[in-house]
Structure formats: structure tokens, C-alpha cells
């Protein structure tokens, strides 16, 4: 049996390649995956949808695990979750819980603050519209 660390470590991988394949073959066909407080996609054809979406709208997904802990077959992270699109970028905290078994991961549940979530997305907005606006000066000044 793999170290659950491991396998989650690689799950995050996975998804900071946007390598979805990649990832559902790290996770059990009964997986339940909650951004607490919405409600939980129960199943891999749920989490796929959700994961699928993310790649199809993201350009870019970062986790940076500060610390990561496992009793037993659940582990605990501890991250700065990096969001992008395009121009757009919003870092945030975040904890997960993981619970794996037989080497996949059968609950994967995030935790983190909406008002830190919504701030950094709005400095992501604005920074992404500074970027634009920045463009097309110069394309104008160029032409």
C-alpha cells in the first residue's frame, strides 16, 4: 500500500497539471468532494464534471502545501490554493481532509475563509483588468 501522503500529494499534482485523467485515477468511484459549506458531488462522475469544468474555465491551478499530516488513512493539508484564468489570478487559504482508501482517495473536503476567498478574487479582477487595459495602450501607441 502507498503512504496516503503520497497519494494525495500526487492527486495535487495531478490537478496543477490540469491532468484530470491523471487525478480520477487517484480517486475511489464512491468519492465525495465538498467546498464546505456548498453541497458535496458525490461520485466520480460528479467530481469529474466539477474538475472538468475547472480545467475547461482555469488556465491554471497551483496548491502550495505548507503542512501536511496523516493519522492513519486520513490526511490533513494545510495550503495556499492559486486560481487562474487568463490574466486573472486569486490565491487563498485553504485546509482539506482527505480520506483514502485502498490507495485512492474516497473524501476529499476543502475548507477555507469566503471573505478571504471573494477579497483575493477581487484583487485578481483588478489586476487582471489593469493587465488588459495595459495591452491595449500599448498595441494603441505601437499602431
Known amino acids: 500500500m502507498a503512504d496516503p501522503k503520497e497519494t494525495v500529494t500526487a492527486f495535487l499534482a495531478a490537478l496543477e497539471q490540469l491532468d484530470i485523467d491523471g487525478a480520477l ?13 456548498l453541497p458535496a458531488a458525490r461520485g466520480k462522475a460528479a467530481v469529474e464534471k466539477q474538475l472538468r469544468m475547472m480545467a475547461k474555465y482555469g488556465t491554471g491551478f497551483e496548491a502550495r502545501t505548507h503542512h501536511i499530516a496523516a493519522d492513519g488513512q486520513v490526511v490533513l493539508t494545510e495550503r495556499t490554493d492559486v486560481l487562474r484564468a487568463g490574466a486573472f489570478e486569486a490565491e487563498f487559504w485553504v485546509c482539506g481532509t482527505f480520506e483514502v482508501r485502498d ?28 493587465s488588459t487595459i495595459s495591452r491595449r495602450r500599448t498595441r494603441q501607441a505601437v499602431g
Open 103 to 130: 490507495d485512492k482517495i474516497a473524501l476529499w473536503r476543502d475548507y477555507f475563509d469566503w471573505t478571504t476567498l471573494l477579497a483575493a478574487s477581487a484583487r485578481g479582477a483588478g489586476k487582471a483588468l489593469v
Open 25 to 37: 485515477t487517484l480517486v475511489t468511484d464512491d468519492i465525495v468532494y465538498q467546498n464546505v459549506p
